[in-house]
């Protein structure tokens, strides 16, 4: 019983963070489209298209993740988002880029890079325990 | 399996809509084909012929500004900005002069940067414009 109540509580704050995510980025896609034209992977319009879908496939992941609609395709899809974040964050330092990775709005400019690796690992590990589950075991 | 790339595929194909209501909603206010207006830009050779109507923003670290910058140039980057913003205000804002924002290069976002947010932030009436190539064009010419 314990381990269901941990392992929904899991979902369900790993979904809010991402809901979270999203929608400070919804409030400002340009913003958003800055951030990732600064790791100077995209052209600019590539990252504006990006800008504007991203943060509704995080949403739409952590809302899944909250409601356990779509759960085993949202624990995928998140794991995968996560995977190229850190993979294009690590990238970007080893070039010598100082970025922002925007991925909370505002709030990312306080985190610097290694609080943002601590971050992300703590997200993939809380991830592969929700894989490790069946979606409709608790 | 073939259950976890279906609800996948859902999702990826529902998150699809909602981004197309706000981009046609926000069309007119989305910088479609570049970052930076190319109008918001200023090369080194028409900036110099503004002469003294003139006022430099440095937007690198303090630490490049101190090793070299243009001269006359004030220091205001993010760093501290709202300390280094009221000081700007205070001792060297002229409402009357251009303000031209530079960065190290070409590369650098700095400079654009900090030229928004003298636009939307302070709200400045100044024309304000980016330096093309930064510091580096300008140790060139």
């Not at chain 1, 590539?46 to 800008?51: E, K, R």
């Not at chain 1, 949403?59 to 995928?76: E, K, N, P």
């Not at chain 1, 988002?81 to 080893?94: C, D, E, G, Q, W």
């Amino acid at each position: 019983m314990a381990a269901k109540v941990a392992w929904r509580s899991l979902a369900i704050l790993i979904g809010g963070l991402f809901v979270y995510a999203g929608v400070v980025k919804v409030i400002d896609p340009v913003a958003f489209a800055r951030d990732i034209d600064n790791y100077k992977i995209l052209p600019w319009q590539p990252s504006v298209w990006l800008a504007f879908y991203l943060p509704w496939l995080e949403i739409l992941s952590g809302l899944a993740l909250i409601t356990r609609v779509l759960f085993r395709g949202a624990v995928f899809i998140v794991t995968g988002l996560m995977i190229v974040f850190v993979v294009t964050s690590i990238v970007a330092k080893a070039r010598g880029l100082d970025v922002s990775c925007g991925c909370f709005g505002h709030a990312s400019q306080y985190l610097n890079f290694t609080w943002h690796l601590v971050l992300d690992v703590l997200l993939l590990g809380g991830l592969l325990l929700l894989w490790k589950r069946p979606a409709r075991a608790p | 399996m073939k259950a976890l790339f279906r609800q996948s595929a859902v999702l990826v194909a529902l998150a699809l809509l909602p981004a197309a209501v706000e981009a046609l909603y926000l069309r007119d206010k989305v910088p479609w084909n570049a970052r930076v207006a190319e109008s918001d830009f200023v090369d080194v050779e028409t900036a110099r012929s503004w002469g003294a109507n003139v006022t430099w923003i440095d937007a690198r670290p303090a630490d490049e500004f101190e090793r070299g910058h243009i001269p006359g140039a004030v220091s205001l980057n993010e760093d501290g900005w709202n300390e280094g913003l009221a000081k700007f205000l205070g001792n060297e804002w002229l409402p009357e002069k251009k303000i031209v924002v530079y960065c190290s290069a070409a590369t650098c976002n700095l400079a654009e940067d900090v030229a928004r947010r003298l636009r939307k932030e302070a709200k400045l009436p100044n024309e304000i414009r980016i330096l093309k190539g930064g510091w580096e064009a300008w140790q060139q010419k």
